[in-house]
T-cell receptor
Framework: AQKVTQAQTEISVVEKEDVTLDCVYE???????LFWYKQPPSGELVFLIRRNSFDEQNEISGRYSWNFQKSTSSFNFTITASQVVDSAVYFCALSDKGNNRLAFGKGNQVVVIP | DVKVTQSSRYLVKRTGEKVFLECVQDMDHENMFWYRQDPGLGLRLIYF???????EKGDIPEGYSVSREKKERFSLILESASTNQTSMYLC?????????????FGPGTRLTVT
């Protein structure tokens, strides 16, 4: 069973629109960590955020915000007022069982049209 | 700044060749990982290492081997390259000092096997 599901594969938006990326995860552990990474066309995955299972506070960083809801096992990511530089693949990932491994979703390709 | 480097950005090899992909990190991280990334499949873990000379199979180890002789260096070896190993290969590292196991990625090697 897939542990991290990112249902939308490709999302196109016009510049300045908001875009929300959904991430649904599955784990039986009470302690776990969730991540979002950005992969621009250059290829290198860039870490964006980490959230632990005990911290359900939403977070805002500039135009980026994250909504963590344990009740629905979701960790959604919103880009406000999108820009062309936001065009990238975004991955959600889960670390549980206290191990070293990350389970990645299949990614969301975001295309921002000028 | 954290730094993970990979020996080549692009590589073209012939079927049957032995291929070495090198990864070096300068963060003194204990854990190192090799992934391959294919369209529609996301990131899949090939092998990882949690210490020098230690290795563990990931989700798709067939056709690959690894070597970790020094803490900072983790090599991925394709013993006899095949066309189905054409892919983007990503190396990552993480520390056991933190508990969240957030991983830092290199720029990737795009390997084409002809």
């Amino acid at each position: 069973a897939q542990k991290v599901t990112q249902a939308q594969t490709e999302i196109s938006v016009v510049e300045k629109e908001d875009v929300t990326l959904d991430c649904v995860y599955e784990t039986r552990d009470t302690t776990y960590y969730l991540f979002w990474y950005k992969q621009p066309p250059s290829g290198e995955l860039v870490f964006l955020i980490r959230r632990n299972s005990f911290d359900e506070q939403n977070e805002i960083s500039g135009r980026y915000s994250w909504n963590f809801q344990k009740s629905t096992s979701s960790f959604n990511f919103t880009i406000t007022a999108s820009q062309v530089v936001d065009s990238a693949v975004y991955f959600c990932a889960l670390s549980d069982k206290g191990n070293n491994r990350l389970a990645f979703g299949k990614g969301n390709q975001v295309v921002v049209i000028p | 700044d954290v730094k993970v480097t990979q020996s080549s950005r692009y590589l073209v090899k012939r079927t049957g060749e032995k291929v070495f992909l090198e990864c070096v990190q300068d963060m003194d991280h204990e854990n190192m990982f090799w992934y391959r990334q294919d369209p529609g499949l996301g990131l899949r873990l090939i092998y990882f290492s949690y210490d020098v000379k230690m290795k563990e199979k990931g989700d798709i180890p067939e056709g690959y081997s690894v070597s970790r002789e020094k803490k900072e260096r983790f090599s991925l070896i394709l013993e006899s390259a095949s066309t189905n190993q054409t892919s983007m290969y990503l190396c990552a590292s993480s520390s056991v000092a933190g508990v969240s196991y957030e991983q830092y990625f290199g720029p990737g090697t795009r390997l084409t096997v002809t």
